[in-house]
């Protein structure tokens, strides 16, 4: 991952636009709801664990699954 944390790249631009947030946003909850479809919860999603693709791509790639956990929609969480 060549494009560093995502909260660096957004500090590093001196403009920042709506549109470019509502991209990113939009990346991270298709992300979040592709692992929320297979039952599997992050757990730990926070700015340090949210990386750019390259310096080239504004593609989001989540990290981290350390403390991840498999869920049961009708069990509460521990």
């Known amino acids: 991952m060549t494009g560093g944390e995502l909260f660096e790249k957004i ?4 403009h920042f636009t709506e549109k470019d947030a509502a991209a990113i946003i939009e990346q991270i ?8 479809e297979r ?9 340090e ?3 750019v693709d390259d310096q080239d791509n504004d593609q989001i790639k989540i990290i ?5 956990q ?8 521990s």
Request: with cysteine; net charge negative.
């Open 39 to 47: 039952s599997i919860c992050h757990r730990d999603l926070k700015p």
């Open 11 to 14: 500090i590093e631009r001196s």
């Open 70 to 77: 498999e869920f049961d929609p009708d069990e509460k969480m």
């Open 29 to 36: 909850l298709s992300a979040m709801a592709y692992c929320h």
């Open 49 to 51: 664990n949210l990386l």
């Open 64 to 68: 981290d699954f350390g403390t991840a």
